[in-house]
């Protein structure tokens, strides 16, 4: 996954909250295998974008809530924007309310991870295709990821 060198909000907040159901859970859940979870096995820009009718009904609190019960206390931690400053929060509640934030989150970190993986490859193939006579403009305001001129 692109975590390895992408330290943004989306990533943070998927992996804290991971931590707090860890935690909850009594073993680790990565964000691998609940993301390769969430989406099908050989994704297409439909399955990120959550329009695929294989997986777009899969849903991260589905897939944690297995046999455990969603009444128990859970502790987890999020960044979130308060007074236009962002804020590490620590809050306490049911592992209902933890599932609950894992799946206001995970349709974004879903997406942001598509741009990521989609960059990362791009900028590959630059690298690849680059010559010694050969440059390239990157522009990085674009949604969809770098640039070439």
Same mark, same amino acid.
């Given at each position: 996954?692109? /975590?390895?060198?992408?330290?943004? !909000? %989306? ?9 707090? $159901?860890?935690?909850?859970? /009594? ?7 609940? #993301?390769?979870?969430?989406?099908? =096995?050989?994704?297409?820009? #439909?399955?990120? %974008? ?17 046999? $455990?019960? !969603?009444?128990? &206390?859970? &502790?987890?931690? $999020?960044?979130?924007?308060?007074? &236009? ?6 809050? =306490? ?8 934030? !894992? ?8 997406? /942001?991870?598509? %741009? ?6 791009? !900028?590959?193939? $630059? ?5 010694? =006579?050969? #440059?390239?403009?990157?522009?990085? %305001? ?8």
């Amino acid at each position: 996954m692109a /975590h390895e060198s992408c330290m943004c !909000i %989306y990533h943070e907040n998927a992996d804290l909250v991971l931590q707090g $159901i860890s935690k909850s859970l /009594h073993h680790l859940v990565s964000m691998k295998n609940l #993301f390769e979870e969430t989406v099908c =096995t050989s994704p297409s820009e #439909f399955c990120y %974008y959550r329009q695929c009718v294989n997986c777009r009904q899969l849903k991260a609190s589905d897939i944690l809530s297995d046999g $455990i019960d !969603i009444e128990d &206390s859970a &502790s987890w931690s $999020i960044w979130k924007k308060l007074n &236009s400053r962002y804020e590490l929060l620590h809050l =306490t509640g049911t592992f209902r309310a933890l599932l609950e934030e !894992i799946d206001s989150l995970w349709s974004n970190f879903i997406i /942001h991870n598509f %741009y990521t993986r989609e960059q990362r490859d791009y !900028i590959a193939l $630059i690298k690849e295709t680059s010559t010694i =006579t050969t #440059f390239a403009v990157v522009q990085a %305001y674009r949604p969809l990821g770098p640039t070439i001129l």
